[in-house]
């Protein structure tokens, strides 16, 4: 199993120091999330949550993900970087596309792409793109991301999207696997056609469920779990829960930032060195193992 440390909630200073803490422990990676803003006053609902709350003060941080990355894999050269998630139909494809290949090509090949469809429709507004086709939009979207990472000459004619025969580059130096987030029946379907499904971190009673259909997903989809990742976290993870989730296929366990149940919750710098030590410790990481 990979582990990924969540580096969301965190003041910007404190991520390098925390990231080289990741890779010495022997965390396979770190995650970001994405967001451009948090309104004063939230109107739509947070689902993930049972009380429907976004759980995050207004004074949390939210660092493009790609630059982050890009600057974190200085400060640590041996962690991969995913995002959890990106919000992909809030850009268009040629901006996200160029955005994630530079940084695939300044991490060494390190950025593996988690995908969501977004919940805060605020966003979309501002953004001016279609909240409500955004699943549709999206799917277009990373067909067209797929064919400008080739680095070769690509055209495409769809809903969204329609342009004549083009080449982006660069080309990242290895090819970026897809996750899709979300718990929809679309989602899952969406999961099952790329490179893994990509859960947030949820409480203990809800994953087994998730897990059965991301594989029943893909399943259908494509006859077979090979090659499939799936990436979950737990808010109560104890050794026996750890096994069993392998026992159901999970591939990669999401630790979740330093939050009580889903709520982010401000800790000091030494306390979170020393909780991800002991988590270290506690489910046996070692860079050795690092997956």
Request: charged share 25%.
């Amino acid at each position: 199993m990979r582990f990924w440390h969540g580096m969301g909630y965190t003041p910007i200073d404190e991520l390098p120091i925390l990231a080289r803490h990741a890779e010495a422990l022997g965390f396979f990676g770190v995650t970001l999330g994405d967001h451009w803003v948090t309104a004063e006053t939230q109107v739509d609902r947070y689902e993930i949550a049972e009380d429907g709350v976004a759980p995050w003060e207004d004074s949390v941080p939210w660092p493009d993900p790609w630059v982050q990355f890009t600057s974190l894999a200085r400060d640590a050269p041996h962690l991969h970087f995913l995002s959890t998630v990106y919000i992909l139909p809030l850009r268009d494809a040629f901006t996200a596309a160029k955005a994630i290949s530079t940084a695939a090509v300044l991490t060494g090949g390190r950025i593996h792409l988690g995908v969501g469809v977004g919940w805060q429709k605020l966003e979309f507004e501002l953004g001016g793109r279609p909240f409500h086709a955004r699943g549709r939009h999206a799917d277009e979207q990373l067909a067209v991301l797929r064919k400008l990472w080739t680095g070769e000459m690509v055209e495409h004619e769809g809903e969204f999207y329609s342009f004549p025969r083009v080449r982006m580059l660069p080309t990242p130096p290895a090819r970026i696997p897809i996750y899709i987030g979300g718990t929809s029946d679309a989602a899952f379907r969406r999961a099952a056609r790329h490179d893994g499904w990509e859960g947030a971190v949820y409480p203990w009673k809800e994953i087994e469920d998730y897990v059965a259909r991301a594989k029943a997903a893909r399943i259908e989809a494509r006859g077979t779990l090979d090659g499939f990742r799936l990436v979950v976290g737990c808010t109560e993870p104890t050794p026996e829960r750890m096994a069993q989730l392998r026992e159901w296929g999970v591939t990669d366990y999401l630790k979740p930032p330093w939050t009580e149940g889903l709520r982010a919750t401000p800790r000091t710098l030494d306390y979170k060195l020393d909780e991800m030590s002991a988590f270290a410790e506690t489910y046996g990481l070692s860079p050795q193992a690092r997956g």
